[in-house]
Structures are given as C-alpha cells and as structure tokens.
C-alpha cells in the first residue's frame, strides 16, 4: 500500500473493520475533530497535512433507517452536504474519491439492477446517499460503490424470507475494496442474489423466517447485478 489514503467515518462499523484489517503505515483514519465534513476548511487542513492520493467517504448517518425520517436535517448535512464539502476539496486537491452509496437507491421492484439502471430511492436514507452521489458524479475522478453489506455474524434474530438482495458480509467488502481502488465510475458491491432468510440461515441456524407485508422502508427485490464487479477480479 504505496498511496497515502485517508479514510472518514472511521470509527463506524465498517471503518472499523478497516482500521482493524489493514493498519497499514498508509492508511489515515481521522478522527472527527481532525476531519469535520460539514467544515471545508477542516477537510482542507487535513489534506494540506495528509497529502493523499485517495480519499475513501465513509462518514455519514447511517442506520437505524429510521433516522432519516424523523430527522432530514441531520441526514441532509451529513449525507448531501458533508459529501459535497469531501468532493469540493477532493477536486482542488485533485485527491481520488471512492464514495460508498448503498443498493437501496434502486426501485426494488424487478431486481438485477445494473449499475446503469434508472434510480428510484425507497427511503430517506437512499435518497440522502444518492443527494451524496450527485456531488460525486460531477467530480470525474472518483468512484461510486453501491454497497449491500452486512455484519458478521448475522445478527438478526428474524429474517425476511420474500426479500431479495446481496448481501456479503462486511470484511469481504473490505478485501475486495483495495482490489479496485483504480476504478472510476461505479460499481455495485454485493454476494449473491438470494433471499436475506437463505443468506442468514447458512450462517445463523437459529434465525427465524418473517415476511416483508408493507413498508415505506424497504421494498421486495433490491438484488443488484454484480457482473460488472466479476469482470474486475
């Protein structure tokens, strides 16, 4: 790992899988008084000392989903704002930008959405990582990766056996993501389709089916193509 690389939101669930995995001499995880996103100047500062070539953005507002209903001011300024402060100072910098957006800014309704599909947001949090990735698509030397991850060991005690998605676990996201840290454009990250009840039982034989009635929140089949992905390793 010869590049410098800066990583925000490194005290999250999947920063810090990063952190604990790959601690190289390279890799900077700052912490949020060392890097605010809603700050231009902060991020600026940092980079001026850093000198990275990339930039990976993980910081945001996340889960529980809920969130972004009950509080679209925070979910705007963390998820729209703060990633267009990252992309502003990324472009005068010229540093790379890889930007983890989420599956769940398709329709969820056909499924196998390729990265080139039209885009539906089914929820807040969707909507504020695609108002994320408006910024980033302007900015050409980034990467977009739309992420369907979760943690290991599955910990649900109930999973949804008429939903289907791609869900990988967070550590297999995180070999894969220094495999195409040269990418640009976007790429959908995910394992293979199944059902998330298929995928949890393999892993947790104690978890129980439940079926998705009705929800603003999640919709029947947010699968994902992921050939674009084979294609690169």
């Known amino acids: 790992?010869?590049?410098?690389?800066?990583?925000?939101?490194?005290?999250?669930?999947?920063?810090?899988?990063?952190?604990?995995?790959?601690?190289?001499?390279?890799?900077?995880?700052?912490?949020?008084?060392?890097?605010?996103?809603?700050?231009?100047?902060?991020?600026?500062?940092?980079?001026?000392?850093?000198?990275?070539?990339?930039?990976?953005?993980?910081?945001?507002?996340?889960?529980?989903?809920?969130?972004?209903?009950?509080?679209?001011?925070?979910?705007?300024?963390?998820?729209?704002?703060?990633?267009?402060?990252?992309?502003?100072?990324c472009k005068k910098k010229n540093v790379k930008l890889i930007y983890f957006s989420t599956n769940y800014v398709y329709p969820g309704i056909t499924g196998n959405y390729k990265e080139t599909d039209s885009l539906l947001p089914i929820n807040n949090y969707a909507w504020s990582k695609l108002g994320g990735e408006c910024s980033v698509q302007m900015y050409k030397n980034s990467l977009i990766l739309r992420v369907c991850m979760t943690e290991k060991p599955f910990i649900h005690r109930e999973a949804y056996s008429n939903v289907k998605t791609n869900f990988i676990f967070q550590e297999e996201v995180a070999c894969l993501l220094f495999k195409i840290l040269d990418k640009k454009g976007i790429i959908n990250i995910g394992g293979k389709t199944q059902s998330v009840y298929n995928f949890a039982k393999k892993y947790n034989f104690k978890v129980k089916k439940k079926k998705l009635i009705k929800s603003k929140l999640i919709k029947n089949n947010i699968s994902m193509s992921i050939q674009k992905l084979k294609s690169i390793i």
């Open 1 to 89: 790992m010869k590049k410098k690389i800066v990583i925000t939101g490194g005290s999250g669930r999947f920063g810090s899988i990063l952190k604990k995995k790959y601690f190289y001499k390279n890799l900077f995880f700052p912490t949020k008084k060392e890097l605010n996103i809603l700050s231009e100047k902060s991020i600026r500062k940092y980079l001026d000392k850093i000198k990275p070539k990339i930039l990976i953005h993980l910081a945001g507002l996340s889960r529980p989903m809920q969130l972004h209903e009950k509080n679209i001011v925070e979910s705007i300024n963390l998820n729209i704002i703060g990633t267009s402060n990252i992309v502003k100072v």
